[in-house]
C-alpha cells in the first residue's frame, strides 16, 4: 500500500522514507461519481484528489454520425492487423448501425464489426453478416406484445424517418443548410454528417429577390 504524502511524493505504508515520483494518473468510469460519494460509495477526498481536469464524453448514441468514420477506421485496423480484407460497408449496414443503441460504446462497435468481418464472404459488409452478433444485429426482431402495427405490417426504422425529415427540409428552404439544421434542431456540423451517413446530395436553389 502507498500512502501520498504531498504533491510529488509517496511512502509505502511502513516505510520511514518518502520516494519522489513524477507520475500522471488518468482515471475513467461510466458511473456517476457524483452520486457514488452522496451515497456513501467513494470517498470524497479521493474524488478531488484525481478529478482535476474531468472531460465527459457522450455515449455513440448521442454521437451517431462518428459510427461511419469509426467502422472506416476499425475496418483499417482489421486490414493492418491481416486480421481481414474488408475494405468497406454497404449503405443499408451503415443505417443498421445508426440506429443501434450501442449500450457497450464504441467497444461494442469496435467487436460487432470485428465479428462481422469473420463472417463476410467478399470486401464489403452487408446486414446478414452482422447476424452472428451478440447484440441481434441482423436479424430480424419480433413485434413487441401489444404493440399495433401500421397499415404495411411493418415498423418504419427511425434512421429512414430522420432521413425523409432532413430530405423534406432541404426541399423545403431550397438547399439552404444552414437554415434546415435550425428547423431541424441540430447544428450544422450534425446535419453535414448526417448528409454522408444517409448519402443525401444537396443541390441549392435560389429563391426569388436573391442576387
Not at 62 to 78: K, T, W
Not at 138 to 149: D, E, S
Request: one cysteine or more; proline letters at 5%.
Amino acid at each position: 500500500l502507498l500512502r501520498v504524502l504531498q504533491e510529488g511524493e509517496i511512502q509505502k505504508v511502513g516505510s520511514p522514507r518518502a520516494v519522489k515520483v513524477d507520475v500522471r494518473i488518468v482515471a475513467a468510469t461510466n458511473r456517476n461519481v457524483r452520486e457514488m460519494i452522496q451515497q456513501k460509495l467513494f470517498r470524497e477526498d479521493l474524488f478531488y484528489r484525481i478529478a482535476v481536469v474531468t472531460v465527459a464524453l457522450p455515449s455513440l448514441a448521442e454521437r451517431v454520425e462518428d459510427i461511419p468514420l469509426l467502422v472506416q477506421s476499425f475496418l483499417a485496423q482489421n486490414r493492418a492487423e491481416g486480421f481481414s480484407r474488408v475494405r468497406d460497408i454497404s449503405p443499408e449496414a451503415l443505417r443498421m448501425l445508426v440506429r443501434h443503441p450501442w449500450p457497450g460504446n464504441v467497444r461494442e462497435l469496435e467487436m460487432a464489426v470485428k465479428n462481422a468481418c469473420i463472417f463476410c464472404d467478399g470486401e464489403t459488409l452487408l446486414p446478414r453478416d452482422f447476424e452472428n452478433v451478440s447484440s441481434g444485429l441482423g436479424r430480424p426482431t419480433a413485434p413487441l406484445m401489444g404493440t399495433t402495427p401500421n397499415a404495411t405490417g411493418a415498423v418504419r426504422p427511425l434512421a429512414d424517418l430522420e432521413r425523409e425529415a432532413i430530405v423534406h427540409a432541404l426541399q423545403v428552404l431550397g438547399g439552404n443548410k444552414k437554415r434546415a439544421a435550425e428547423d431541424l434542431g441540430i447544428d450544422r456540423r450534425t446535419l453535414y454528417n448526417k448528409l454522408e451517413t444517409y448519402g443525401i446530395v444537396v443541390e441549392r436553389r435560389a429563391h426569388v429577390g436573391e442576387a
